[in-house]
């Protein structure tokens, strides 16, 4: 096993490359706050709303026609887009916090690389332990995903029925 470098005990070259890549690490965690599961998060979210707004439309369009407006797979369909938003914020809230702890976690041990509590070794080890642990929100957009398409394909047998 490599040894674990503090920080006091790098010099010159060395020293630069590990600050630089602590930096280098400190500013993508800080980035990513807003990054790209986020953003599948909003896209799912959207369109599950949408297609929660759609089927109300729809429903409202067809008020005079209660057999249709109270018919399961109609009301169903509505329900499967609610879920779906649903799922969707909560895989936003998971997503938040996730790279809110991440980032917290890194702020932590950094300081504690710089004060040689812990070298650079089991910085990177922590680091990477922490990123490889499993994300809720993956599950959430996952479900919400799913939830969409069943919401989809409920909604398409109510207008062919």
């Not at 979210?45 to 089927?55: D, K, R, S, T």
């Not at 329900?79 to 917290?104: D, M, P």
Request: hydrophobic share 50%; charged share 20%; proline share 2%.
């Amino acid at each position: 096993m490599e040894a674990d470098e503090k920080l006091s005990e790098l010099e010159g070259k060395r020293r630069e490359q590990v600050v630089a890549y602590v930096s280098r690490r400190w500013s993508q965690l800080s980035t990513a706050d807003g990054s790209s599961r986020q953003n599948a998060a909003k896209f799912v979210a959207l369109i599950n709303a949408g297609g929660a707004a759609g089927v109300l439309a729809f429903m409202g369009a067809i008020a005079d026609k209660p057999s249709i407006v109270h018919s399961l797979p109609l009301r169903a369909t509505l329900v499967l887009f609610v879920v779906g938003v649903v799922f969707s914020a909560f895989g936003l809230i998971a997503t938040n916090l996730r790279i809110s702890g991440l980032f917290n976690d890194w702020r932590r041990d950094v300081g504690r690389f710089y004060n040689g509590e812990i070298g650079f070794n089991r910085l990177q080890r922590e680091d990477t332990r922490r990123a490889e642990e499993p994300e809720p929100a993956v599950f959430c957009l996952w479900v919400s995903l799913v939830v969409f398409v069943a919401a989809t394909v409920t909604g398409l047998y109510a207008l062919i029925n």
